[in-house]
């Protein structure tokens, strides 16, 4: 019987000093995965930008990472943006995301000399006019569009429209026009091109060449009509391996695909591009990470075998939220034939409450073993939630036989720490 090793550490030595749930992540893995897209995303014709999604998972230290390859970063909040302040990255290298960034997240990426906002509206360019003239600070800006192209997996499809709540239809040509010469008419606000992203997990190309095809050529007829754009964001959405089931074209062979699809989009066009940005959110820390759970009661029904770990839907909401699969073991049986099938499940107060509807594992799988999920480096702690008073887990990063705590567990005090009982003065 023996233990799975992450880093070169015993899982079980993990745990003993960190307990469980714990998110362990495999530094190596994050750096192999940051240098496969650095180093592929490259052209002759035009500078390329590796920009990590902080979505994906955020804190100093995964940020301090991303600043270590050379990568910029992409936030959504003024929370994420605080952070890659603490972390000390060059915040110059920040892409400021999101539909509905408040005046204070806007006025707070200024003073912040935050490098770039994407623009999602309207109205956020005019506030954004106007706070940058108030406080006469420059700031570059992309204008998020929708190319209408919708990619999950291997599959991609093309909509007539586009009903997101993210950014601007494509087709909307005067209005992307109006809103781009309100920011080329003034003073601190630089326009700088165009960002799109179609979706998430996508194992294929052919969604990216798709929109890169709409983007490009959508670019050239817009320098006919006067709004010139240099920088071109293509998102994120390069998808990992979950499950066996899970095929998808490496990150390095991606960004390198992306940058030949986009060198002869531009060559056909005629036209020239300054900069082209990939963000990578899932594909940098997902298969990094893995989640230990220890094994607690055990119970069958009619139909199922249930395997209860101390962790579930808190620490890891995405097989609840959209059925979400996983791969996993029992961590201290490595090696043991898998001849059970499992239902496991959490400990938090929800039927959906399932991490993994079907797992084979050792029937010999007991109380106090520990289980592994695969893969669960990517938006599981950062949409972890207090659930049930549940704490966050410990997150630690290994590297070459060593451990280091980046995160420390939630306790039962930290969460008691925002109560309050003070009267209201109106
Ligand atoms: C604008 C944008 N960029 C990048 C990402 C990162 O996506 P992923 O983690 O799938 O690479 C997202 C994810 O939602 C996104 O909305």
């Avoid at 969460?415 to 003070?422: I, K, P």
């Amino acid at each position: 019987m023996a233990n799975l090793e992450i880093g070169g550490i015993d899982c079980r030595n993990l745990a003993a000093v960190s307990g469980t749930p714990l998110l362990v992540y495999d530094e190596e893995k994050i750096e192999t995965q940051f240098a496969a897209a650095t180093e592929n995303f490259k052209s002759q014709e035009f500078d390329t930008e590796v920009v990590y999604a902080a979505k994906a998972f955020s804190c100093t230290a995964i940020f301090e990472k991303a600043q270590q390859a050379g990568a910029g970063l992409d936030v959504v909040s003024g929370g994420e943006l605080y952070c890659a302040r603490q972390a000390g990255v060059d915040m110059k290298k920040v892409y400021f995301h999101g539909n509905n960034k408040s005046t204070e997240e806007l006025e707070m990426a200024l003073k912040l000399g935050c490098g770039t906002i994407v623009l999602d509206n309207d109205m956020e360019c005019e506030r954004l006019i106007t706070l940058s003239e108030r406080e006469k600070i420059s700031i570059d800006v992309l204008l998020r569009v929708n190319p209408g192209i919708e990619a999950h997996t291997h599959e991609y499809i093309q909509t007539s429209g586009s009903d997101s709540k993210f950014g601007i239809s494509i087709k909307k040509t005067e209005q992307i026009q109006s809103l781009a010469q309100k920011v080329l008419d003034s003073s601190y606000v630089n326009f700088k091109g165009f960002h799109s992203h179609i979706g998430s997990q996508i194992t294929e190309t052919e969604g990216f060449e798709k929109a890169l095809e709409i983007m490009i050529s959508f670019i050239s007829d817009m320098k006919q009509q006067g709004v010139p754009a240099e920088v071109l964001s293509i998102g994120g959405g390069f998808g990992i391996r979950y499950t066996e089931e899970d095929q998808p074209i490496p990150l390095g062979e991606m960004a390198a695909r992306l940058a030949r699809i986009c060198e002869k989009q531009l060559a056909e066009k005629n036209l020239q591009l300054k900069k082209l940005i990939m963000e990578p959110g899932r594909s940098i820390v997902g298969e990094a990470g893995y989640s230990l759970y220890k094994v607690g009661f055990s119970k069958d029904t009619d139909t199922k075998h249930f395997l209860f770990v101390d962790g579930g839907m808190s620490d890891n909401i995405r097989p609840a939220l959209y059925q979400a699969k996983y791969s996993c073991d029992i961590a201290t049986r490595m090696g043991e034939a898998k001849d059970k099938t499992y239902c496991v499940a959490g400990k938090n107060c929800e039927s959906g409450d399932i991490l993994i509807q079907e797992a084979q594992l050792p029937s010999s799988a007991a109380e106090g073993d520990l289980l592994v999920i695969y893969a669960a480096g990517a938006y599981g702690y950062s949409m972890a939630s207090n659930y049930n008073r549940a704490g966050r887990p410990e997150v630690v990063f290994v590297k070459k036989g060593k451990a280091r705590r980046v995160l420390k567990r939630e306790t039962y005090q930290d969460q008691l720490r925002l109560e309050t009982d003070e009267q209201l003065i109106f």
